[in-house]
């Protein structure tokens, strides 16, 4: 398995409050990514990162901002939770250097529930 | 805009069946395509990739076939067990960002 967790794995949270969350890889990959899981929704790319520094949004970005200071930390951050933001939220991770022999494949995190109450 | 849509929603079929389950996507302009299995509350396991250049991948039972440019992908499964029920994605793989666009799957049960 890839080396990549999420922490914390669960997070019950007020709304208007700030959430951060934590995605760290061991595997030294370039691309990190942010998806978030609901029902009836599927899996939605949020955010992700091409390298230190470099961020750029995805589909659905409002509400939600990141940073990455290291190769292996990526880290989400919800300025003012809603309730419209609870979900399941995944950290990817994907090399586009064709090292591994699967040039661009994404490996999944454990995923994190969050509660907006 | 790119669409992955994946049928049928839901599956079940008794144990030692092979089953096929199908993905389509709007864009043939994508790098890779990738099949994942998802157990209830948990996250997604990486199954098969298919570089855009190939037209199968097979892994154990598993056989994942890609038509870019009609825009389908099928998942195989040979001698299915009920270790097998799970819900299937596929997503694929575009952009400069090499994001995933996913389906939104395939629940399959196994009955024993």
């Known amino acids: ?117 | 805009k790119q669409e992955v849509t994946q049928i049928p929603a839901a599956l079940s079929v008794p144990e030692g069946e092979n089953l096929v389950l199908n993905c389509s996507f709007t864009d043939s302009a994508i790098y890779n395509l990738q099949w994942f299995r998802q157990d209830p509350g948990k996250g997604l396991t990486s199954l098969l990739l298919i570089q855009s250049s190939q037209r199968e991948q097979t892994s154990g039972r598993l056989n994942a076939s890609l038509d870019k440019s009609s825009g389908r992908s099928t998942l195989y499964i040979a001698a299915s067990q009920p270790g097998d029920s799970a819900t299937y994605l596929c997503a694929v793989v575009t952009g400069s960002a090499r994001q995933l666009t996913f389906g939104s799957g395939t629940q399959l049960t196994v009955l024993p």
């Open chain 1, 1 to 117: 398995d890839a080396g990549i967790t999420q922490s914390p794995r669960h997070k019950v949270t007020e709304t208007g409050t700030p959430v951060t969350l934590r995605c760290h890889q061991t595997e030294n990959h370039r691309y990190m990514y942010w998806y978030r899981q609901d029902p009836g929704h599927g899996l939605r790319l949020i955010h992700y990162s091409y390298g230190v520094k470099d961020t750029d949004k995805g589909e659905v970005s409002d509400g939600y901002s990141v940073s990455r200071s290291k190769t292996e930390d990526f880290l989400l951050t919800l300025e003012s939770a809603t309730s419209s933001q609870t979900s399941v939220y995944f950290c990817a991770i994907s090399d586009s250097s064709g090292r591994t022999g699967s040039y661009n494949e994404q490996f999944f995190g454990p995923g994190t529930r969050l509660t907006v109450l």
